[in-house]
């Protein structure tokens, strides 16, 4: 058996520790992208307490590279921050209160809070909740993610940072 060269063992090394090398296809493991189902399933997702980013899609060339991106962000974010991804065509009501014309978009919701009952309640077993929702404009990758997170104050991980 021939020994590898130092360009192999290097390219190799690079390979297995860098996190950022693109030119290679990355082991992610399992999914860690939630689908839409439900307008429920996605309010107990947002009940778990963790940051959830939400990404509106229709079918295109540019939504298999998004999907990409959302596996690799979610592989590394996990389980502090949760990934969903909503085919519009399936669910246009969901995506119609988002009120945005160009797809695919992402928002990214947190800090869910009981919301203070002003009125007149109709049914006292209904709980109302306020959650922030923060456009994501910033570089689709996990790289960009993780800027948004430190730039927002979102903890994406157990640091206390």
């Not at 693109?22 to 940051?51: I, N």
């Not at 246009?92 to 947190?110: A, D, S």
């Not at 203070?116 to 006292?124: F, I, K, S, W």
């Amino acid at each position: 058996m021939e020994e590898k060269s130092f360009l192999d063992r290097m390219l190799g090394h690079l390979r297995e520790s860098c996190k950022y090398y693109t030119g290679y296809p990355k082991d992610l493991g399992p999914s860690r992208v939630v689908h839409f189902t439900s307008e429920r399933e996605f309010v107990q997702l947002l009940h778990q307490g963790y940051p959830v980013v939400v990404a509106f899609t229709i079918r295109g060339n540019y939504t298999k590279h998004l999907d990409r991106v959302l596996e690799e962000a979610a592989a590394e974010f996990y389980p502090h921050v949760k990934f969903l991804r909503v085919e519009c065509p399936k669910y246009p009501g969901f995506c119609i209160t988002r009120q945005r014309k160009e797809y695919p978009f992402i928002e990214i919701f947190h800090n869910p809070e009981q919301a203070a009952n002003l009125g007149r309640v109709a049914d006292p077993n209904i709980t109302k909740y306020s959650v922030k929702v923060l456009p994501f404009n910033y570089d689709q990758s996990a790289y960009g993610f993780r800027e948004f997170f430190k730039r927002h104050g979102i903890r994406s991980s157990l640091d206390p940072k």
